[in-house]
């Protein structure tokens, strides 16, 4: 009989697995960086506005934005 709560519990996990999303880290380095660029670690963006007006955070998809040493 331990079977279907077995099941449930395993559904449960899987559905809410599914629907948090994880955080998304972004970029800026005014040295390096390009507004046209992905704001990845790799490519990331040159200015903080353009960081600001490019990404869209909630509490279920935190998003981080780290900003390197610089002058903006």
């Known amino acids: 009989m331990r079977r ?3 099941i449930f519990a395993l559904s449960i ?3 809410a697995s599914c629907c948090m ?3 998304v880290d972004y970029y800026v380095d005014a040295e390096i960086g ?3 660029n ?3 670690e790799s490519s990331p963006w040159q200015t903080i506005t353009h960081a600001l ?3 869209e955070g909630s509490e279920a998809t935190p998003v981080t ?3 390197a040493a610089g002058t903006y």
């Open 4 to 6: 279907p709560a077995t």
């Open 13 to 15: 996990a899987l559905i």
């Open 21 to 23: 999303a994880a955080p």
């Open 34 to 36: 390009l507004d046209a």
């Open 38 to 40: 992905d704001g990845s």
């Open 53 to 55: 007006d490019s990404v």
């Open 65 to 67: 934005i780290h900003v």
